[in-house]
RNA sequence: GCGCCCUUCGUCUAUCGGUUAGGACGCUAGGUUUUCAACCUGGAAAGAGGGGUUCGACUCCCCUAGGGCGUGCCA
């Protein structure tokens, strides 16, 4: 029987191996480990699975630190890292070989691996023959692994908060290692110990991990430890229904600040993958903590959507405080600087012009721009012959305009259009393109008075010249 | 090979046996507009297939197909 936590307070944990990036499923990960923690009122914790010396590197260990402090899933205590545990996992080992849940082996890996072959090939499951099983070898540093002994009929079983309970012959697990030759612990030994000793109470991980939780319940009752609520979680999959791909977002949690996207968006799209609160499909990080639930987790894997996440980003974007943007526009284009006043001026129609933070910077490029301004190939369409010269004929009005102001220019434009019985459309676009170089520019008044009288004027005989050079 | 898990519009999902199967992204038609966006209105678009159970199945059971994961002295 498999018995669970009764304590109160929930504890969970997020434990990556540091051997890559944080990449989008683990972040997701631990995404749901915060937030369950979050919701409950209880701890989130991190733990460096670092086991395997060969792998793991500083590099990732900091990517990982660095990716989570980005999306803002901050610990509630320093990182634990299982290295350190060894020697506590090491005595377990013996304990159980003690109690007689272990024993040691002296198999060769290649008479091992002659061993699968042999029960592949017989169409049973593939596994350890259980030769050393009860030789009683003494335990000897370089020559003898410990296995486990797992129970040789029966079936184990979990209760998966997400899974549902989940059961597997006992025939169909290995005698796993948990201690190698070189009395380093493996790693379904340390995540069992340490989540013991972390008080980690729910375990939430990849699904990946479903037949591990099998195996871990197993050493769990060998220990008569507590066994940790379960709940494992569904892979990401890329947009080609596939294994998810570096171009299809198995990029790391900084590949994504670098494309503009905000923590904010991030936590709200990893969490609708898979998870769901009725329709809600837009919320606040304190509405997610609220609403979080593990049992409202799909069991099906879901795609990652780059164009979704653009829809969910643009949406925090014109959430964002405009001074915080202003700043990032700044730090973007340090020749912007001067302008932020009249960027922050311009804000609330900019915002609307963009999902990402560098489409922001570009959306508001025309303000900053120096003269003479580049003028892409759509504000060029709509520099027509007639246009043109209505523009022509518009540039003394503006060189003599007394009132910039919004309204004043208003109505200076239309004393203009009346007066050459014109409409808006047969001089407007000329004006924006000259102005701003491209038709994403927010209303045309406001981009006058943005840019002020010298510049506009200075702009508009640029274009002008231009269009007299074709 | 063996085991476990999964399968609703192209994508993310709602539905706890009775709905014209809802929402969102994307796509599309139109409106608004000096442009581009934004916004508003409308549209196309789904229960993998086959058996059961039931008065009635997307929903419960079985089979098939497809997909994923596991099967390490990796984690």
Redesign the pocket.
Known sequence: MTSTTTGSAVITRF???P?GFLHIGGARTALFNWAFARHCGGQFLLRI????RA?STPEAIAAIFDGLDWLGLTPDAAPVY?HANAERHTEIAHQLVATGHAYC?????EA?DAM?QR??DA??????DGTCRDHDLPYQEGK??IRFKTPLSGQTQIQDIV???????NA?L?D??LL???G?????L??VVDDHDMNITHVIRG??????ALRQTQIYQALSWDVPHFAHI??I?G?D???LSKRHGALGAEAYREMGFLPEAMRNYLA?????H??D??FSTSQLVEWFDLK?I????????L??L???N??HLRASDDDMLVADIVARAPEAAPSREKIKFAMP?LK????TLPELTQAAAFIFAKRPIVIDD?ARK?MTEPRMANLQAFLPSLEAAGDWSESGLKALTEAFLSEKGL???EL??A??AVL?G????????DILVILGQQETVGRVQDGLNLNADN
Do not use: I
């Not at 899974?163 to 012959?169: F, K, L, T, Y």
């Not at 069991?299 to 959507?305: I, L, S, W």
């Open positions: 434990a990556p191996s051997t699975e670092d086991t395997d792998r299982q082996c002296d198999c060769s890996p091992v699968r029960a592949r169409g049973t499951p593939p596994r350890y003898t692994v899974q549902g309970d989940v059961a597997v012959d169909q290995d796993l290692v190698r030759a070189d380093t612990p493996t790693y379904m340390s995540v699904d990946d991990h479903l037949t591990n569904p892979l999959h947009a229904g596939a294994k609708r993958l898979g998870w769901s009725g329709d499909e837009l409202s799909g069991k099906a894997p879901a795609r990652f959507d164009e979704k653009s829809h969910v643009a949406f129609q609307e012009r963009a999902q759509a709509m409409k808006l459309g407007g676009p004006l924006r701003t491209t038709p994403n520019s927010p209303n045309l008044y």
